[in-house]
C-alpha cells in the first residue's frame, strides 16, 4: 500500500501562487508515476499534471499548461505541484495520486489517492 498526504491548499488572490506537497510513504517502490487531479464543485475529477516517479517525463493538461509545474524529490517521497498566475476557474479541490504502471490521464486508471486539499482563488 502508498500513502498520500497532500498539504498546501489556501485562498490565493487571481494572478497569485500556491505550491501543494504531497508526501508518499509505504510501499513507494512500486509508483510508476504521480499525478495532480482537480475536482470542481459539480464537476467530474479531471487530470492536471502528471510526473514519471524514476525518470524525467512530464505531462499536464492544456488548461495549466505554462502556469504550473510538477516537480519531485524522491529523496523525500515528495511530489510538488508550483501553481502560478492562477485564475478563479482554478478553484477546486486537489488531489494526489500514484499508480504503479503506464496509464492514461484518466482518474480511475490510479490506485492510490490523498485526502485532497481545497485551493480557492479570488477573482
Known amino acids: 500500500q502508498v500513502q498520500l498526504v497532500e498539504s498546501g491548499g489556501g485562498l490565493v488572490q487571481a494572478g497569485g501562487s500556491l505550491r501543494l506537497s504531497c508526501a508518499a510513504s509505504g510501499r513507494t517502490f512500486s509508483i510508476y508515476k504521480m499525478a495532480w487531479f482537480r475536482q470542481a464543485p459539480g464537476k467530474e475529477r479531471e487530470f492536471a499534471a502528471e510526473v514519471i516517479w524514476s525518470g524525467s517525463g512530464t505531462s499536464y493538461a492544456d488548461s495549466v499548461k505554462g502556469r504550473f509545474t510538477i516537480s519531485r524529490e524522491n529523496a523525500k517521497n515528495t511530489v510538488y505541484l508550483q501553481m502560478n498566475s492562477l485564475k478563479p476557474e482554478d478553484t477546486a479541490v486537489y488531489y494526489c495520486?500514484?499508480?504503479?504502471?503506464?496509464?492514461?490521464?484518466?482518474?480511475?486508471?490510479?490506485?492510490?489517492w490523498g485526502q485532497g486539499t481545497q485551493v480557492t482563488v479570488s477573482s
Open positions: 495520486a500514484a499508480v504503479k504502471g503506464p496509464t492514461f490521464f484518466r482518474a480511475h486508471e490510479y490506485d492510490y
